[in-house]
């Protein structure tokens, strides 16, 4: 029979993962106060008070390796991370005014008159909604298990943390490169 030392030891990862998020990505910079963890649409900054492990990433996407150090690291729940992410600003001519917002929401929202639960409205609002989600909705990081080469092979199924953002339209909108 084993002792309470060697159960601790058996359950220890399990236990450090219980209340964190964890994902893979590559280490490109560190401080005293923050790590700086590279995924393939930017760069998460995590303060180090919530960092609750990090270590080696077995099995990193070979075409990333270039960008730093593969760790799988694990952030406490509720722990407030920052991104750098690139971003591409144009303007559109004239500006995008209220009517024209109020004109695309009542496409995107409104079911047209037609009856409930279902119509071609719905299921064309529907699509846009997920659109728009898709767009800004942001993964973090890679599935730590995930053994392929090819990042974009990595199973939506498996996304271990989403996060989304809220952007505002003032004259102008923002599109990723």
């Not at 008159?113 to 909604?129: D, F, H, K």
Request: glycine fraction near 8%; charged fraction near 25%.
């Amino acid at each position: 029979m084993a002792n309470l030392k060697q159960v601790k030891n058996w359950t220890a990862a399990s236990l450090r993962r219980k209340d964190a998020v964890d994902f893979a990505g590559f280490l490109t910079d560190e401080n005293e106060e923050s790590i700086y963890v590279a995924d393939r649409q930017g760069t998460w900054i995590i303060p180090r008070t919530d960092l609750t492990f990090m270590e080696e990433w077995n099995n990193p996407p070979r075409n990333f390796t270039k960008f730093g150090k593969p760790v799988h690291v694990g952030i406490k729940e509720n722990a407030t991370i920052y991104e750098l992410r690139p971003w591409t600003i144009k303007k559109v001519p004239g500006g995008l005014g209220s009517s024209e917002v109020k004109q695309n929401m009542d496409k995107i929202f409104s079911l047209g008159g037609a009856p409930l639960p279902v119509s071609e409205q719905t299921y064309i609002g529907e699509s846009q909604v997920a659109e728009l989600e898709r767009m800004f909705s942001r993964r973090i990081g890679w599935v730590p298990e995930d053994l392929a080469d090819d990042p974009r092979l990595n199973p939506v199924g498996q996304v271990m943390q989403t996060v989304s953002k809220t952007l505002v339209l003032n004259d102008g909108f923002c599109d990723t490169d």
